[in-house]
């Protein structure tokens, strides 16, 4: 993969990380059309490394709330946020499951299943449709909320299947304040992160090469750049209920992604 290549994948997925699109659909889509014939383990260490800067842009954006956290959390006292830290952790579980027992079938979804991501965005574009129309609320996230929120963040791991639209338009179909849906949202994803690439460290899943560094290095950026823009844009359009527009996209994008597939 040249660094072009590397830098074009980066931006996808920097800004379909956080805007409602499918990050996974959308590189695959990227890989299809740039005619990506990388060997799986080196597109596996390229997927991580996009990921881990989408984590560490999510971060920085939120990076007064998770030290606000952390300080509450070590208060050891049963107050608000270690109640939040307890429900990211219990909509991790659903995630968890289904990539441990699953992951196998999950890897083969992700090779150029372009059909799949089409019929996968027309779900999500109905998803975003029928949140977009929901009243906003000043409700928190609870705990049973957090648990389907988190199934919706498991479906989600199906390539097509935006992550963060899934789960911001469950949680503002649950009657969740937007802002509060799209704070949670982006937040419960960074533990998984940095979970999956612990794993595919100590199973030796990833292998890297230091010929592949400066492309690497060049996703690396562009997606951590990419993510900072992408976050910030897409809590302001939470709040303005701006997610048809969304919506209109990844119908477009499916259908086109549905025709691609029936002419090659």
């Not at 270690?82 to 952790?89: D, G, M, T």
């Not at 027992?101 to 991501?117: D, H, R």
């Not at 609320?137 to 992550?163: C, D, E, W, Y």
């Not at 890297?208 to 562009?222: H, T």
Request: glycine share 8%; hydrophobic share 55%; aromatic share 10%.
């Amino acid at each position: 993969m040249d660094i072009f290549d590397s830098i074009v994948l980066g931006i996808i997925q920097g800004l379909t990380e956080f805007l409602p699109v499918s990050s996974s659909g959308h590189l695959e889509l990227g890989k299809a059309i740039l005619g990506d014939h990388s060997i799986p383990k080196e597109s596996l260490m390229f997927t991580v490394v996009l990921h881990f800067a989408t984590a560490l842009s999510t971060m920085v954006i939120f990076r007064k709330d998770i030290l606000l956290i952390l300080k509450g959390v070590l208060k050891l006292e049963w107050n608000d946020d270690l109640q939040f830290v307890s429900k990211i952790a219990l909509s991790m579980i659903p995630a968890i499951i289904v990539g441990l027992l699953f992951e196998k079938e999950l890897e083969q979804l992700f090779n150029g299943n372009i059909m799949l991501v089409g019929f996968m965005l027309l779900i999500t574009a109905v998803l975003l449709f029928f949140a977009d129309k929901a009243k906003n609320t000043h409700k928190k996230v609870s705990f049973g909320n957090a648990l389907i929120i988190g199934i919706s963040q498991a479906i989600a791991m199906l390539p097509g299947i935006s992550r963060s639209g899934a789960t911001i338009s469950t949680s503002v179909l649950l009657g969740n304040d937007k802002t509060r849906a799209a704070r949670f949202s982006f937040l419960m994803v960074v533990p998984l992160i940095f979970g999956k690439i612990a794993k595919d460290l100590v199973s030796g899943d990833l292998t890297y090469e230091s010929s592949n560094f400066i492309s690497l290095s060049a996703g690396f950026i562009a997606a951590f750049v990419a993510g900072l823009f992408a976050c910030t844009w897409m809590i302001a359009l939470v709040k303005k209920s701006k997610l048809t527009y969304f919506a209109i996209y990844c119908a477009v994008v499916g259908i086109i992604a549905i025709i691609f597939a029936f002419l090659n």
